[in-house]
């Protein structure tokens, strides 16, 4: 009898540890992503004189998932192409649109909420020793890698997005 009980206590937690595994198993997860396709407001002013391109644009930060997430970690890097990075100095950062600019470029962790979206701008700024001219027709498309890392329900993971900007323009 005390057998048949703890058999039965047994088949009762089984079933219940596989009702909540099942029942977390469809909470879902963020599934939070840099919208590159989606950016707007994109610009590259050209300074001929002090031999400087500035690009910029914003990007949608969106969660389409199902739970909430968080970005803890965001940067960006331009792509090689070749000797010319060489004469070129390069600098990029993100930054939440709502956020006051930081001046060490720090990206401060955000929730970003299920189905919701924030506003990033992601500026780069080239420094050239050589002429803008010449510059374009080398890197006629400057592409920056956006790295982030994002925490939710399965854990930390990265992700990384590709933005362009047209330099030959």
């Not at 914003?58 to 997430?69: D, H, K, M």
């Not at 993971?157 to 030959?168: I, P, T, V």
Request: aromatic letters at 8%; glycine letters at 6%; charged letters at 20%.
């Amino acid at each position: 009898m005390f057998a048949e009980f703890i058999l039965a206590a047994l088949a009762c937690l089984g079933t219940l540890a596989a009702s909540l595994a099942v029942f977390f198993h469809y909470q879902g997860d963020s599934e939070i992503a840099f919208d590159t396709a989606a950016a707007r407001d994109s610009r590259v002013t050209k300074n001929m004189p002090q031999r400087t391109i500035r690009c910029r644009c914003l990007i949608p930060l969106a969660n389409r998932g199902r739970q909430n997430g968080t970005v803890i970690n965001a940067f960006c890097q331009p792509m090689y192409y070749g000797k010319i990075m060489e004469q070129l100095d390069i600098t990029a950062r993100l930054r939440l649109l709502e956020a006051p600019v930081r001046r060490n470029g720090y990206w401060e962790a955000v929730i970003v909420k299920k189905n919701t979206a924030h506003l990033v701008e992601l500026e780069v700024t080239i420094r050239s020793q050589v002429d803008l001219h010449r510059l374009a027709r080398e890197i006629p498309s400057l592409k920056a890698i956006i790295y982030y890392q994002v925490v939710g329900r399965d854990g930390i993971q990265w992700h990384l997005s590709e933005a362009r900007f047209d330099l030959a323009g």
